[in-house]
């Protein structure tokens, strides 16, 4: 479902003609199952953000390739990417990154917009995934009025919003109390099994890594260590 091959990832840093090389990615080889929940674990400065983007393709890799259901989209421009994006993938994110001005409806619908699905379409979709996480009555709330783990749960809808097979996710539970991310959690695992959808995931959690069918630690930008636990 997503290959890395001996893929690798430098910075340029610096004022212009000062500028340094930052390595942070080295040959990373890695593949990821259809139904797979991976953790990625790892220092701050491990580089766990970057190999996602790059797996997004919101950066390019200096080296290597990225295999994606079966199409190598490491060249892809980025009007290809913007499309790969919008079919293959769907992203949680620590800060929930909804747009303010937006009520949790018009943030869920955005995907839908994007695609140029037609209204009645989007309507029936919207109303059927909030409900789904929950929050069919807070559809005309703004995410400043609602708790943390309700804006959460709007991401998820968004996230899931056009049917991608794999979600992308960094630190989702980050900003969550317990009880929070136990729901969150419960919602991923559920998405698995019922849907087989794969999930890679960053964080520092035990708990998150628990869910995990495998656990990969980067360190350095390598990963020094892959776990297999099966999931729950
Ligand atoms: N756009 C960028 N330009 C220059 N350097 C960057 C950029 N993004 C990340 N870095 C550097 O790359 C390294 C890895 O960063 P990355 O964000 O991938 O780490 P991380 O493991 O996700 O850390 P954290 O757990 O703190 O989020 C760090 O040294 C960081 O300073």
Redesign the pocket.
Known sequence: MIELRQLQHQ?V?GKKGKEKV?P?LHDINLRIGQGEIVAIV?R???????LLNLMSGYIRPTGGDIIVNGRNVTRLSEGEWADFRLQNFGFMFQSFQLIPSMTAYENAELPLVLKGVGADKRRRRVMDMLERVGLAEYAGHYPGELSGGQQQRVSVARALMLNPPIILADEPTGSLDSENESVLLEMIRDLNREQGLTFVI?THDEQVASIAHRTLT?KDGRITDQRIQGGV
């Open positions: 910075f840093i930052l942070v790892g701050s400065g491990s580089g766990k953000s970057t960053i980067l």
